[in-house]
């Protein structure tokens, strides 16, 4: 990856404003019910309170996305989890409309894409969207290079410029070298990699993921989370992330909804939802994270007392408590937590311990 920042491909920079915070995705009372008169669910209060059992019993219905609101931020990486059968793959299908949805809005860079006509619909998916699923559907008969270049093909880019934008993007996911290789020839982190290429190469607004790297052996599993991480500080795409994996949404999310049942449960940052579940049901999933690698010291900080000497070492609010460690407990007095030039609060030995400890006894 190259340090110089002029003559940079278009499709490498991200299209957004970094001083525009206009949500590119907004998701306003989002249902998706299966079965017979799946309409009349959402516009009913009594059926809406039923559980996913008693509307089964009741109707005949499954909502799989019941009522879900969010926005998602430019150059955001926002994940949705949850495990089978909590309707996060449904939702991300009704983001894009491979499944419509019963109910709801789906607000794209201000338009509602529930009221797209299909010609619309083609042209937001061929150059606003990308996808990345579990199953790469590579064309076994094309190249690597012709794999990726195959949505430039389908818009109508002329042959050299297509094969050109494809080389800089295959170079971009690490398989220069590979460009004349078949999928067949490829282990099954390569055939990801051209997924990822295929989907990058049309300069989309924004990347959706669905369990893309569910199939990979865990070591492999690994380098494609850390390649998305590169991926993503190099051309800075917005990305929403389906994943089972609590992990692999730590790793990757800016912030992560928590689905259970079709419903929201908890949407925020990932020291949020270690820091502070919203219920039960987050507080489990959430139990076995090391806390130290994922709380900050704003959430660990005591206020400063009148008696405190504050000459210790300046660390700031977001740093994760792993990180503050080693600092604090080797400076003689308490660490300062300073924002801005001001002073939050202070962190000393009995706080970094007792998150050691936490660790340790599992909390």
């Given at each position: 990856m190259t340090t110089a920042q002029t003559e940079v491909p278009h499709w490498r920079r991200t299209s957004q404003n970094p001083e525009d915070r206009t949500p590119v995705i907004s998701v306003r009372r989002l249902w998706k019910v299966f079965g017979p008169k799946a309409e009349q669910v959402?516009?009913?209060e009594e059926l809406?309170?039923?559980s996913r059992r008693e509307l089964m019993d009741r109707t005949g219905c499954t909502a799989a996305v019941r009522d879900v609101d969010f926005e998602v931020s430019p150059g955001e990486v926002f994940v949705v989890m949850g495990l089978s059968g909590s309707g996060k793959s449904t939702l991300v299908r009704c983001l894009t409309r491979l499944i419509e949805p019963t109910s709801g809005e789906v607000v794209f860079?201000?338009?509602?894409?529930?009221g797209a006509d299909a010609r619309r619909l083609r042209e937001l998916r061929r150059r606003k969207f990308s996808m990345v699923f579990q199953h790469f559907g590579l064309l076994p008969h094309r190249k690597v290079v012709e794999n990726v270049a195959f949505g430039?093909?389908?818009r109508g880019m002329g042959r050299g410029e297509r094969m050109r934008r494809a080389r800089e993007v295959v170079e971009l996911v690490g398989l220069a070298g590979y460009e004349n290789s078949y999928p067949d020839q490829l282990s099954g982190g390569m055939q990801q990699r051209v997924g990822l290429a295929r989907a990058l190469a049309g300069d989309p607004e924004v990347l959706f993921f669905d369990e893309p790297f569910s199939a990979l052996d865990p070591l492999i599993r690994r380098d494609m989370q850390n390649e998305v991480i590169r991926l993503h500080h190099e051309v800075g795409?917005?990305?929403v992330f389906i994943t089972h994996d609590l992990s692999e949404a730590l790793k990757l999310g800016d912030?992560?909804?928590?689905m259970r049942d079709g419903k929201m449960v908890q949407c925020g940052t990932g020291d949020e939802l270690v820091g502070a579940p919203a219920d039960d049901y987050v507080r489990d999933f959430v139990q076995d994270v090391p806390r130290g690698d994922v709380l900050t010291l704003r959430w660990i900080m005591r206020p400063a007392q009148d008696d405190d000497a504050l000459d210790g070492p300046e660390l700031g609010p977001d740093v994760v408590v792993r990180e503050a460690t080693r600092a604090v407990l080797a400076a003689e007095k308490p660490a300062k937590v300073v924002e801005n030039g001001k002073l939050l609060g202070i962190v000393g030995d009995e706080e970094i311990l007792a998150v050691?400890?936490?660790?340790q006894g599992g909390a």
């Open positions: 959402p516009q009913s809406c309170g039923l860079e201000g338009e509602d894409i529930r430039l093909e389908i795409k917005t990305m912030r992560i909804l928590i050691v400890a936490g660790q």
